[in-house]
Every structure is written in C-alpha cells, then in structure tokens.
C-alpha cells in the first residue's frame, strides 16, 4: 500500500489537472455557450501499444538451444535457453509484459560465442503515433547492464533517426564524448544529447539493473526538482525552439553495442557468460494531438487522438474539412492556466476581424514608412498560406505565398496554367489541376474551368496533342498533302504518312500528276513509263532513295 501511494505521488504532477478539458459549456451575459481551451490526453504506459523489433534476425537465444552462465556463477553454465519449450523461451514479447511479484521474464540474445566479432542488437520500438515523453524511460536488464548501447529516436515513423542518449562505461573511449550528466545541463541545455557513464558500471548485476532516459531531469531543470512549477515548465516548452520535439518520439531504438562485462576484461574462455537480457521497457508518455485532444484511443492497431476543435487526423494536425478558412495551428499551453485552443473554422464563419484589424493598425505603426506590406499571421487563406500581407494603399488585407498552385486575395483562385478540380472543396491540397497543354499544339498554356486548352490551327483534344481529321502530326499540326479519298496520288504514286507522295520515276509534282516527260523533253526518250505490275510499295521505296531519273 505505502507502494501505491508513493506511485501515485510520483505521477501526480503530470497526471493530474492542467490541460485535462478541451471545452466546457459556460454560461454568460449573452447567455449559454462552448468556452474551448488547450487540452492535451493523459500519461499512458506506452508499452502496452508497442510494436517490437529485435535485430539482426536470429539474435534471440534458443534456436537452436544453448547454454549460458552468469557473472556471478561464471564456472555454473547449466542455464539453457530454448525457443521451442516456454518455459526456457525468451522471445522479445516479455520485455512488455507485467511482471509477477518477484519473477522476471526477460527477452535473452545469444551468447558472445563469436567473439571478438561485436555482440550487436537493436531493439526497435514503434508506436505509429507520435509520443510526447512524460517520464523516464526505464530499461531494466537482466544480469548486468551493456557496458556500450546507444539511444536513438525517430519522429516520422522510423525514416530518419537520431541520436538520443549515449550510454558507456568509458565515454571517451566508446565514443569520443566527454561523460555528462543530465543533473549538470542548464535551462539553455536541456535537450542537448550527450553521453552518460551513470548507467554502465559494473555493480553486480542484481543491485543496479536499470538504464535511464532522463525526461524527469530534464523537466526539474524549469519545473524544480518535485516538478511544483509546471507553470514554467509549459512555458519553456511553448517558447523554447525545439523542446517540445525533442521529447517527442514515433520509435525508440536501442542499440546494445557491447554487453555487461562483470567489472574486468573479457575472458575468451568463458563466453557463455556475455549476452544482453531485458526484462521490462518502461516507457511513458502522452500521445502527441497538437493540444487539440484529451482522449486518445486505441483503433485499428494504432493510437490516435479524438480531435476537438474542429481538427483532425492522427495528431489532430490539421482542419477537417470546410473548416480550413483559418490556416491550422498548434494549440497553445500559454497564457496560463488554460491556454489557447487554436480551434479551426469554418469557411465563412466571421472569427477575429475586429482585433484582426486592430492588430494590423498596430503593424502599420510599428513598422517603417516604406515598407508597403506587413506579414501577420490569422488570415483566411482555405488553409492554402498562413502569411497575409496588409497592403496599405488598398487597405485590404490578402495571402501572400499561397500554396498548392493557388493564387488571389484569399487563395481562392487557381494559379494561371492551372484550373479548379471541380471534386475537390476549395480548401482541398488538390484544389488546382495543371492544364498540362501540349506546347506545340496550344496557343498557350492556360486552359478553361474543364481543363481546355486552346488549340492552334488543326490541333485539336483537351490538350491540344491531337490533330483534326485532314491534318497530321508532326511538331505540331499540318494540313494532309495526300490521303486516301480526296487527295489521292496519282499515275500510281503511294501517299506517305501523308505528308507526300512517293512518286514512280516518269513522275513528279505534289500528287504526281506531272509526267517527266512533259517537263523535260530530252530526258524523255527510252524513258519508261510506270510498270504495271511493279508494287507502289517497291516503287514508293526506290524513288525514296534514288530520287530523280531511274533507268529500270
Ligand atoms: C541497428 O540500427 C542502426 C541504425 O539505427 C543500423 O545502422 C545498424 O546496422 C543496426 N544494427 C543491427 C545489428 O541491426
Ligand atoms: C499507422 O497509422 C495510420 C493512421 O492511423 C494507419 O492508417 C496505418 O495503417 C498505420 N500503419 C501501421 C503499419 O500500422
Ligand atoms: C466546430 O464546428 C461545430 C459545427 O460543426 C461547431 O458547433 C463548434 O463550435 C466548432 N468548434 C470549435 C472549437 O470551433
Ligand atoms: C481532385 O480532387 C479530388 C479530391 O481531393 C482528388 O481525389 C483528385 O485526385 C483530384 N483530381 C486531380 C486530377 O488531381
Ligand atoms: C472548355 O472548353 C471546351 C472545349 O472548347 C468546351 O467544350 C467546354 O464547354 C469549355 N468549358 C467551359 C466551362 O467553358
Ligand atoms: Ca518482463
């Protein structure tokens, strides 16, 4: 019981009160009405909706079988692991499991049998959910800590990742760091990574069992050492660059890079004694819903926040639909106690103009003479800028640097070279649709609100890349010289891709309607006329390559 009490005191700063309701319903002099605040989910166990993953394959203990011994009973190695019986399995699934009272279960690599090749495991924890850290994350090993391991954290899902703590006996040597500790950091040093020689000695395997990410630590640096002050705490997190993320994780890796070495050397002959065991990770933390959230539930195999104000997705990062006439943003733990919403809004809906404006006369003061436009943030962009500039001399108040191929006073119009995709709201990412016109066949390269180019003469399609019938293709389009209905060639010339005929020899001119014999009279004599029987095709072919007079 006193256990309990004690767990209960421990979480209590972080658990309770603050940031805990996301709206009420108050009653004022305009009578009753929704009153919304910043609001954030409770600290969860994170373990309980992990996903694991032990690396390299093969690097649990077991398959096949085999023994091992202990630090304290070196010269005892009667221990066996083996993945097919339970009783002697240690798979990585009871690194999350509740322990019984006294009994450990404990996720077992191999042996260092393979020495002085390094003894190397990843653990990889992912959650699909970005988690913001709320206490120590606790690693507890079984027989002896890793005298080398490295924390790293991903927040995007496992694509990139970064060093988080480093961990060794000897900093120095294992990674050319100077030992700190977290207790010496500063409040302009609080997410600064370093490595920490705290939980690398040797101190019998039963006495110290864990490894620390200090959160807790980190937060006494602004919040005092019982975390009283989490009033400050809030405020450096909202105003201090890169606090907030750096506790904030999708995965955790552990890299175990050397394992506990009993306080000496390594002993090549007994290396049976050399392997990581991890009986629990402890990790705590809330999901991360932008403070737009205070539930956050388990569905479909993933954690996700059940977004308020008007937000949505898996971290409540953005607006719903029809209410992204306000760009998204983050709520705000400040001004304390109940911070700011932030919520989104609906398109058309009259929010803030009044102290919009007011805000603007203030820029217009504060700012020099010459500058004609001011940027502020607030503006009503469909989500597609969060920047609008107040231009002085028309006193109108308008986006600047809209996205998505947007452009106008309040993004709401497409770009030139783009046209409206009629099934997208105009708050949509696809709103706008490139024209894409085929630049030989179009006049231009806009196009009208179905996606029509202009075509140049003969071209014709949506894109203009097509040619009208009696026309052909060929860097653009060009009326047919021949065809086979009304432009036919004559005295048994072939139309070729029509673009010309290939005339038989005795005759030229567009349509070979010429003789040669008409134009040339001295050429004429012996001079054969079209063989009946001699293909168009052959004919086509041989006036091709030896133009001019042929004797055949
Ligand atoms: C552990 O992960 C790191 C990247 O974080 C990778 O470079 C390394 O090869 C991995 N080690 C093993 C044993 O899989
Ligand atoms: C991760 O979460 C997203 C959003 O909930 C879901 O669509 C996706 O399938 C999840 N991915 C995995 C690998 O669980
Ligand atoms: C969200 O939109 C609903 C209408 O669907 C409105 O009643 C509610 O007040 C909005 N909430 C916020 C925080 O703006
Ligand atoms: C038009 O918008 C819809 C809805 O966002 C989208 O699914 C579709 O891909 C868009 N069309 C094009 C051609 O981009
Ligand atoms: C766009 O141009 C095409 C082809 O000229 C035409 O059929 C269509 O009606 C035009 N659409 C609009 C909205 O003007
Ligand atoms: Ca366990």
Known sequence: MPYLVALLLHCLPLAMGQYDICKSWVTTDDGPSWEFYACQPKAMRMKDYVTVRVDPAGITCGDPPERFCTHENPYLCSDECDASNPDLAHPPKLMFDTEDEGLATYWQSVTWRRYPEPLL??????????????????????????????????????????????????????FSMPARRVRDLSTTSANRVLCTEEYSRWAGSKKEKNVRFEVRDRFAIFAGPDLKNMDNLYTRLES????????????????????????????????????????????????????????????????????????????????????????????????????????????????????????????????????????????????????????????VVTCVSC?????????????????????????????????????????HDRCNETGYCECKEGATGPKCDDCLPNYYWRQGCFPNVCDDELLLCQNGGTCYQNQRCLCPAGFKGVLCQQSRCDADRKDCDGAPGARPGLGPLLLGALALQLPGWVDL
């Open 403 to 443: 996205k998505h191929n947007t452009r106008g006073q309040h993004c709401q119009h497409c770009r030139l070279g783009f046209y409206r995709n009629s099934s997208a709201e105009l708050d949509d990412e696809n709103v706008c649709i490139e024209c894409n016109c085929n630049q030989i066949g179009s006049v």
């Open 240 to 395: 201090a660059k890169g606090l907030k993320d750096f506790f904030t994780v999708t995965d955790l890796r552990m890299r175990l890079l050397r394992p506990a070495l009993g306080g000496t050397y390594v002993q090549r002959e007994n290396l049976y004694k050399y392997f990581y065991a991890v009986s629990n990770i402890e990790v705590t933390g809330r999901c991360k819903c932008n403070l737009h959230a205070n539930l956050c539930t388990f569905r479909e195999g993933s954690l996700q926040c059940e977004c308020e104000h008007n937000t949505t997705g898996q971290d409540c990062g953005k607006c719903k639909k029809n209410f992204r006439s306000r760009s998204w943003r983050a709520g705000s733990y400040l001004p304390l106690p109940n911070g700011s919403p932030n919520a989104c809004a609906a398109a058309g809906s009259a929010f803030g103009t009044s102290s919009k404006i007011s805000k603007l006369v203030r820029l217009k003061a504060d700012s020099s003479p010459v500058a004609p436009i001011e940027a502020f943030e607030d503006c009503e962009c469909y989500g597609h800028s969060n920047r609008c500039s107040y231009i002085d001399f028309l006193n």
């Open 121 to 174: 495991a990843n653990i990889t924890l992912s959650w699909n959910k970005s988690i913001e850290l709320t206490d120590d994350i606790v690693i507890t090993f079984e027989y002896g800590r890793p005298t080398i391991m490295m924390l790293e954290k991903s927040l995007d899902n496992g694509r990139t990742w970064h060093p988080y703590q480093y961990y060794a006996d000897d900093c120095m040597e294992a």
